[in-house]
């Protein structure tokens, strides 16, 4: 399986910018797809971005687009979240996931990363 540690979280003002990283450990990262999700007290977790195993397809929540990044360097072992423009609903616990090779369920995560977006 894979363990993995997100970092970069923290308070900015809104319209400020941000990058989380992911970094795994324990297998080859390039086996999993991944994805970054978020969630608030009360709400479900939700997917804001996910990338495929080498990169080459990325998706995101329509809340986030052309704002957020997602991004992955497989030598690194490490995944990207660039978010610009932030806004006061992007303030949420920041989750890095990761899912099997043709399995749909993400089934490894992160301990989250908190970020506040605040004046």
């Known amino acids: 399986q894979v363990q993995l540690v997100e970092s970069g979280g923290g308070l900015v003002q809104p319209g400020g910018s941000l990058r989380l990283s992911c970094v795994a450990s324990?297998?080859?990262?390039?086996?999993?797809?991944m994805g970054w999700f978020r969630q608030t007290p009360g709400k479900e977790r939700d997917l804001v971005a996910s990338?495929?195993?080498?990169?080459?397809?990325?998706r995101y929540a329509d809340s986030v687009k052309g704002r957020f990044t997602i991004s992955r360097d497989n030598f690194k072992n490490t995944m990207y979240l660039q978010m610009n423009s932030l806004k006061p609903e992007d303030a949420a616990v920041y989750y890095c996931?990761?899912?099997?090779?043709?399995?749909?369920?993400?089934?490894?995560w992160g301990q989250g990363t908190q970020v506040t977006v605040s004046s």
């Open positions: 996931a990761a899912r099997r090779p043709n399995i749909v369920r993400y089934d490894y």
């Open positions: 990338i495929s195993r080498n990169g080459g397809t990325t």
């Open positions: 324990g297998r080859t990262f390039n086996d999993y797809g």
